[in-house]
């Protein structure tokens, strides 16, 4: 089962997809969080990316591709939750190469759409663990201990490229490049489905869940 969540910054895609992952036992491949694992690295494909991000622009695509190969040659034999990839046509159509030569296809494309009032409100209250990589989110699920991880109890961060004009940049530069990616899995013929995203976490899940469960199913 190979799905790929889609949707704007703040969307709940990493939320979601670490849920689903859970669920159905599959690895969620976050291009992001390869990115931003490279950046506190501090390696030079880190120091190549962290430009791009800190502006809020895309990272260029060969340099995702190599990370995405990568990744498909050590994991993922089951399926993968591409969570933030593809996000321009060049990468769609070299995911679409890279899974016909293992011998599989996109299985559903899940979209998550939240009006952008609340993607900003949303990023501005996202607070992340460095280290266990928790999500939390000031406004919507704060932490018991403000400032503090519930899991791990390390101090929570905000991400570098969450302050307001990256987050507008990065809204505007999904609109650009990647939205029309909708359009072209709508030509492919692959099965691509709108998900009420502004809905409390555990009802999206569930929708998510059930629409991954039940394949003829086109109910929000
Ligand atoms: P990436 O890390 O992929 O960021 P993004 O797509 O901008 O998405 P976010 O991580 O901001 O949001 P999300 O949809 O995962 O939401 P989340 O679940 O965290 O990419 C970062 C950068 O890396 C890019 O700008 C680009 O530079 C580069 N990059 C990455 N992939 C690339 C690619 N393929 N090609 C080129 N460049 C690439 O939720 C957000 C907050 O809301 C959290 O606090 C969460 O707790 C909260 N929340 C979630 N769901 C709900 C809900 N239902 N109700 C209330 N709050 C909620």
């Known amino acids: 089962m190979d799905i790929i969540l889609f949707g704007p910054p703040g969307a709940g895609k990493?939320?979601?997809?670490?849920?689903?992952?859970?669920?159905?036992?599959?690895?969620?491949?976050?291009?992001?969080?390869?990115?931003?694992?490279?950046?506190?690295?501090?390696?030079?494909?880190?120091?190549?990316?962290?430009r791009y991000m800190d502006a809020g622009e895309l990272?260029?695509?060969?340099?995702?591709?190599?990370?995405?190969?990568?990744?498909?040659?050590?994991?993922?034999d089951e399926g993968v939750i591409f969570d933030g990839f593809p996000r321009t046509q060049a990468q769609a159509r070299a995911l679409d190469q890279l899974l016909e030569e293992l011998g599989r296809r996109?299985?559903?494309v899940l979209v998550l759409e939240v009006p952008d009032e609340n993607l900003?409100?949303?990023?501005?209250g996202r607070r992340s663990?460095?280290?266990?990589?928790?999500?939390?989110?000031?406004?919507?699920?704060?932490?018991?201990?403000?400032?503090?991880?519930?899991?791990?109890?390390?101090?929570?961060?905000?991400?570098?490229?969450?302050?307001?004009?990256?987050?507008?940049?990065?809204?505007?530069v999904y609109r650009a490049q990647t939205a029309p990616l909708i359009e072209y899995y709508e030509r492919a013929g692959t099965r691509l489905e709108r998900v009420a995203g502004e809905r409390p976490v555990d009802?999206?899940?569930?929708?998510?869940?059930?629409?991954?469960s039940a394949p003829a199913a086109g109910a929000q």
Do not use: M
């Open 14 to 50: 990493g939320t979601q997809g670490t849920l689903l992952a859970e669920r159905f036992r599959l690895p969620r491949l976050s291009t992001g969080d390869l990115l931003r694992e490279a950046v506190r690295q501090g390696t030079s494909l880190g120091l190549e990316a962290r």
């Open 129 to 172: 663990c460095p280290g266990c990589g928790a999500v939390f989110n000031v406004h919507f699920d704060p932490p018991t201990v403000q400032g503090k991880c519930d899991r791990c109890g390390a101090a929570l961060v905000g991400r570098a490229d969450d302050d307001e004009a990256t987050v507008r940049r990065r809204l505007a």
């Open 203 to 212: 009802q999206v899940q569930h929708s998510l869940v059930e629409l991954l």
């Open 59 to 76: 990272v260029p695509d060969e340099v995702i591709l190599g990370l995405v190969r990568e990744y498909l040659q050590t994991e993922g």
């Open 120 to 124: 900003v409100r949303r990023i501005a």
């Open 106 to 108: 996109i299985g559903a």
